[in-house]
Structures are given as C-alpha cells and as structure tokens.
Nanobody, 117 residues
Framework: QVQLVESGGGLVQPGGSLRLSCVAS????????MNWYRQAPGKQRELVAG???????NYADSVKGRFTISRDNAKNTLYLQMNNLKPEDTAVYYC???????????WGQGTQVTVSS
C-alpha cells in the first residue's frame, strides 16, 4: 500500500511561484509513474504533468515552460515547481501514483492553489 500526502499550496499573486510536494509512504519501490493532476471548480480533473521512473517528463500544453515536475527518490517525494502562475491555474492539485508492476492507482487528498491579486 502507498499513501500520498501533498503540501505547498496556497494563495499567490499572478506571476508568482509555488512548489508543491507529495510525500509517499509505504512501498515506494512499488511505484512507477507519478503525476500531478488538478481540478478547478466546475471542471473535470486534468493531467498537469507526469514523470516516469526513468525520469521522462510530460506536461500539459497549458503549463509547458512554466511548471517543472521532479522526484527525489531518497526522500520518497514528488515535486511540482510552478512559476509565472496565472489565475487559470487556480485549482485543487492532486498527486497520483501508478503501480510499477500492476494496475494500482493511488491518490493524495489534494492541496488548494489559488492565483489571485
């Protein structure tokens, strides 16, 4: 079993930065790809960025060049560095992990990011 706990959300002005963290506890060795999703009010949850175990990253077009996903395996932690934030980035951000050898999927509880002046 894997538990995911996000942190780092908050209120930031347009153009500002935040770094989200997702700490994984349990069987971190059994985790493969990890992702960040977000869900804005009234909208579907969308994939923001993903990182494979071999460190191949992919990003939604809306965040390319502004967000960076990374992982520190020694700390069992996934990060999302968010720069030049825009009001449309306002959402609850969720950490997601996929099983390395099976179809397991794990979710964190989410952290709120609000971009507003």
């Amino acid at each position: 079993q894997v538990q995911l706990v996000e942190s780092g959300g908050g209120l930031v002005q347009p153009g500002g930065s935040l770094r989200l963290s997702c700490v994984a506890s349990g069987s971190f060795f059994s985790i493969g790809t990890m992702n960040w999703y977000r869900q804005a009010p009234g909208k579907q949850r969308e994939l923001v960025a993903g990182l494979t175990r071999s460190d191949t990253a992919n990003y939604a077009d809306s965040v390319k060049g502004r967000f960076t996903i990374s992982r520190d395996n020694a700390k069992n932690t996934l990060y999302l560095q968010m720069n030049n934030l825009k009001p449309e980035d306002t959402a609850v951000y969720y950490c997601n992990a996929q099983g390395r050898w099976d179809l397991s999927v794990y979710w964190g509880q989410g952290t709120q990011v609000t971009v507003s002046s």
